[in-house]
C-alpha cells in the first residue's frame, strides 16, 4: 500500500485548511440541492394502497401516523431473497442499522416506516432478533412497482395535505447509503430541516436552529426550549453564522 507523505503538524494543519475549503463548499452545494428538491413539483397519489400492520390493515394515509411527510423505504425481506427467512437482505440490513433515533424526526412532523413483502410475524421476529424498532409494514398490493421500487430498494417521500397524499421524492441506488442521520432524512422532505436558515419557499414552517433540539425522551415532558439550552444554542447559532460567512 503506498501511503500519503508523513509532514509536520504545521504542514498537515495547512492540508487541512486546504481540505477544509473544498469541503465547506460542498456542505453548500448539498443545502443548494436541498433547496431545489423542495421546490419539485408533486406527483398527486391517485391510487389507494394497502398494507398489513401489527395491528391489522392500514391505507398509505395510515402510515403517516398523523403527520404532515412521509418516509418509505422499501426494504427487501420476503421469500427468494438472500438471507430468508432469518435475515433480511445484508444492504437493507445494514442501512436499518444506521437508522437514528425517529423521535427527533417525529417532531419535525415527519414518519419513517420500511415496508417489505415479508408477512407481518416474519417481520415481527426479524425486529426483535435485529433490535429495531422503525415501523414496519407489509406491502399487499401493487405499491412497490408504482413506485420504482419492485426490483430494487428505495426512498419514497410523500407529503399529505389533508386527505391528499402527494409523492414529493425518490432516491435509490448509491443515494440510500447515505440515508440513515436525522439530516439526511429531513433533506429529502419538501419541508425540509424547517429552521430559519434554509431556503424555503415562503410560508413554509422554519424555526431557529438548534432551539427545538432536545433528548430524545424529553419531546413530550418539554414544550419549549428550557432556558439555559436557548442561552447555550444561542452561542451555537452565532458560531454558526460566524462559520458561514
Not at 391510487?47 to 401516523?65: I, R, S
Not at 423505504?73 to 420476503?78: G, I, K, L, N, V
Amino acid at each position: 500500500m503506498t501511503t500519503p507523505p508523513i509532514v509536520s503538524a504545521e504542514a498537515w494543519e495547512a492540508a487541512r485548511q486546504t481540505m477544509l475549503v473544498k469541503e465547506k463548499s460542498f456542505t453548500r452545494a448539498r443545502d443548494a440541492l436541498a433547496a431545489e428538491r423542495r421546490r419539485m413539483p408533486w406527483q398527486a397519489v391517485e391510487k389507494t394502497y394497502a398494507f398489513e400492520g401489527p395491528g391489522g390493515k392500514l391505507d398509505l394515509l395510515d402510515l403517516f401516523e398523523g403527520r404532515r411527510q412521509l418516509i418509505v423505504y422499501r426494504a427487501f425481506f420476503e421469500p427468494g431473497v438472500f438471507g430468508w427467512p432469518d435475515h433480511a437482505c445484508r444492504g437493507c440490513s445494514l442501512g436499518a442499522d444506521q437508522v437514528s433515533h425517529l423521535s427527533h424526526l417525529n417532531v419535525r412532523d415527519t414518519t419513517l416506516v420500511y415496508a417489505s413483502r415479508a408477512p407481518q410475524p416474519d417481520i415481527s421476529r426479524l425486529k426483535t432478533r435485529m433490535g429495531w424498532e422503525i415501523p414496519w409494514y407489509t406491502i399487499t398490493d401493487s405499491f412497490d412497482k408504482d413506485f420504482g421500487v419492485d426490483e430494487w430498494h428505495g426512498h419514497n417521500v410523500f407529503v399529505r395535505d389533508g386527505e391528499r397524499v402527494f409523492r414529493t421524492y425518490f432516491i435509490n441506488n448509491r443515494g440510500d447509503e447515505a440515508m440513515g442521520t436525522v439530516w439526511s432524512y429531513l433533506d429529502l422532505t419538501p419541508l425540509g430541516r424547517q429552521e430559519v436558515w434554509e431556503d424555503s419557499p415562503a410560508g413554509y414552517p422554519q424555526t431557529p436552529p438548534y432551539k427545538w433540539w432536545n433528548w430524545h425522551d424529553n419531546y413530550e415532558a418539554e414544550a419549549a426550549p428550557h432556558p439555559k439550552w436557548v442561552e447555550v444554542s444561542d452561542a451555537g447559532e452565532a458560531a454558526f453564522r460566524k462559520d458561514r460567512a
